[in-house]
């Protein structure tokens, strides 16, 4: 794929704009990074939790004396040599005055073992048996609960000692991954922002490109090059800017070359008629002539000479009127535009338009506000009759009353006057060959008729083209340009 310099330089831009910021903000998240370890990984917390740690079998050791002591002092006392009844109320008594005991029994010789479960403890204890000799030798057990929770703790926080411990010595690679992770998110994010500006700049000179090869293709004579509007941006603006700019130039072109055209043909119609009228005066005469002066008494040749007569006149006048047809043709005035309201004038023409054949329907449709253009009275009302006279004559051979509707409307910054008939309609190979001069189908035709229009329209500035509606019959566009204001 071909890549302009724009785009080139636009993709460069947008990657140092966006990997610019990236060694401050990893430089950045390694100080921050190394402050939040020092925060999280303090070698005081880890010190005081392994002190923490430490407590705990202290206690259980002094708890342990304690519990030892506990039994040698109650072991001491001579009630737990009694006979059984008062020995169970002393160990009753024993429980009351020890909270931490959860059973204490008693046995010995000649006696059976008198023991006591002390009730009301909690459960869930750990338990500690010790065995005593009371004064009289008897064997004293006693047990001591210890709560399961505090080994629980115990356990709970020589894990986190651990735990903490371990992320100590792993201190390098969590700053490690600390680094990683800002890299990724913002290279990621740099290559991501430099992905879509490449696409965008892609776009965007896409379309530059479109418009440099149509400017080319333009400069080397092909007004037909043409560029493809999408998007509703300065881009798509100047693409629709160029593609009717090209229009314009080739609509000037045309134009340009038809009225260069028409002005030959004018010049042709000019002479011919110069040469034609001045031989037809003297062929008239002199067989007007030939006619008065024969006296002659034979029949046959007189009602040659009659006939012979009556066919010269004929045919002069038809020249004659066909001279006349040339120098009205070459003699076109240039137009003299003045700005007025479109829609009124056509209305105002169809009010005036009383000699169409009886049975014609002439529809109008209006536009609703003025639309001023500049353009000549009577020339245009020429165009108009001709169009219009066209249209009625096209629909004699339908059997079938004329009908012809007017439309004017702006369109595309211009103003339209459309003359629609429900004739036949033009056979589409005779379209391009309509408005060249003499060209007509017609037998007394001279195929003046729309070169005329044409030439009409093209000093005006407009545009007029013929069509077939798609329902049957012909279609012709006048498109004249709107006065400023
Ligand atoms: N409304 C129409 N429907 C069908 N064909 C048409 C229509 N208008 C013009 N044409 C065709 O275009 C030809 C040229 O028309 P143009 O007005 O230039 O000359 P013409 O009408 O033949 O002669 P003239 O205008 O001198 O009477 C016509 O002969 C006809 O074949
Ligand atoms: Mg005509």
Redesign the pocket.
């Known amino acids: 794929m071909k890549h302009g310099r724009f785009e080139r330089r636009l993709v460069l831009a947008l990657l140092v704009a966006a990997l610019a910021p990236i060694p401050v903000a990893l430089w950045l998240a390694n100080l921050l990074a190394d402050d939040s370890v020092a925060l999280g990984l303090n070698p005081r917390i880890e010190q005081a939790l392994g002190q923490a740690v430490a407590v705990y079998p202290q206690l259980f050791r002094a708890k342990r004396r304690e519990h030892g002591l506990r039994a040698d002092l109650l072991a001491r006392d001579p009630a737990l040599d009694a006979p059984p009844a008062e020995t169970r109320a002393h160990l009753e008594a024993l429980c009351n005055a020890s909270p931490e005991l959860l059973r204490v029994a008693v046995s010995g010789e000649g006696l059976t073992t008198v023991a006591r479960r002390c009730t009301g403890r909690a459960q869930g204890q750990r338990e500690l048996a010790l065995t005593r000799r009371s004064p009289g030798g008897r064997s004293v057990s006693f047990v001591f609960g210890m709560p399961e929770a505090t080994f629980e703790a115990f356990r709970e926080a020589e894990a986190l000692s651990k735990v903490y411990r371990q992320l100590g010595q792993r201190r390098d690679e969590v700053k490690r991954a600390y680094f990683l992770a800002f890299l990724a998110l913002l290279g990621g994010w740099a290559l991501l922002a430099a992905g879509g500006g490449l696409w965008l700049a892609r776009r965007t000179t896409r379309r530059i490109l479109a418009l440099v090869e149509a400017t080319r293709r333009v400069s080397s004579g092909d007004l037909d090059a043409r560029v493809e509007v999408s998007g509703q941006d300065e881009i798509a603006d100047l693409a629709a800017a160029f593609n009717r700019m090209v229009e314009e130039i080739r609509e000037r072109g045309e134009r340009i070359v038809y009225l260069e055209k028409i002005s030959s043909w004018q010049e042709i119609a000019r002479r011919l008629a110069h040469e034609i009228k001045n031989p037809l005066t003297p062929i008239q005469l002199s067989v007007q002539q030939l006619e008065s002066r024969y006296d002659g008494t034979d029949p046959k040749f007189r009602a040659l000479l009659d006939q012979v007569v009556e066919i010269v006149r004929e045919e002069v006048e038809t020249l004659r009127r066909l001279v006349s047809e040339f120098s009205e043709f070459a003699r076109l005035p240039n137009v003299d535009p003045e700005p007025q309201d479109l829609g009124r004038w056509v209305e105002e023409f169809v009010r005036q338009k009383t000699n169409l054949p009886e049975g014609t329907a002439l529809e109008v449709e209006l536009p609703e506000r003025p639309l001023v253009v500049p353009f000549d009275r009577t020339l245009l009302r020429r165009v108009l009759v001709?169009l219009i006279?066209?249209?009625v004559?096209?629909s004699e051979g339908t059997g079938r009353h004329p009908r012809i509707r007017l439309a004017v409307r702006q369109e595309n910054g211009r103003a339209l006057l459309k003359v629609e008939?429900w004739?036949?309609?033009?056979p589409t190979e005779?379209l391009s060959r309509?408005f060249d001069p003499y060209?007509?189908?017609?037998e007394t035709?001279?195929?003046?008729?729309?070169?005329i229009c044409k030439k009409i329209v093209l000093q005006h500035g407009g545009e007029l083209s013929a069509s077939n509606r798609s329902e049957g019959g012909?279609c012709f566009e006048i498109r004249l340009p709107l006065a400023l204001e």
Request: charged share 15%.
């Open positions: 001709n006279e066209n249209a004559q096209a008939d004739g036949p309609g033009i005779r309509i060209f007509t189908t017609k035709g001279t195929g003046l008729g729309l070169a012909a």
